[in-house]
Every structure is written in C-alpha cells, then in structure tokens.
C-alpha cells in the first residue's frame, strides 16, 4: 500500500496561480459523460491548496491531497511523495 491511498482525497492538477504566499491555486480537470445526451463533458474547479516551501509554479502538474483547513479556503495541501 503506498502512502497515498492512506489520505482521504487525492487530486491532480495543473497550478494556475502561485502568487499567494505558500498558497498556490490547482485546476482540477474532470471529465464524465453526460447522463441524456451521452456527450463527454469537461468540468474544472479551482482547489487553494498549502505550499509550505513555496516550491510549485505556474503549469507545473501536482497533486493535491485533503488536509486540516488551513485557512477559509485553504483545505488541501501539495502532496510531495513519490
């Protein structure tokens, strides 16, 4: 079992902001297929997620995992495990 089936949520993104101090904002991309007209859709969020070591920048490809709420919308994290 590897470490990240242990958390609760795990999320892959694209950063598209990293201007916030150890704040950096992930674009979550999920595609489904539509229940009547069979087409697939695309849906995007935006997660805040924790980045203590400010080291992700804009376009980098990461994954976020469900944390302690860090702030009002800060309640993920950057998952730094291989």
Known sequence: M???????????????SDKADQTVVVKVQRRYK???????????????????????????VVTIIESRPHSKLKKWELFSGK
């Open 2 to 16: 590897s470490a990240v089936e242990n958390f609760k949520r795990t999320l892959k993104g694209t950063v598209v």
């Open 34 to 60: 539509h229940p009547i007209y069979s087409k697939f859709v695309n849906k995007t969020k935006k997660y805040h997620a924790h980045d203590a070591t400010n080291s992700a920048k804009v376009g980098d």
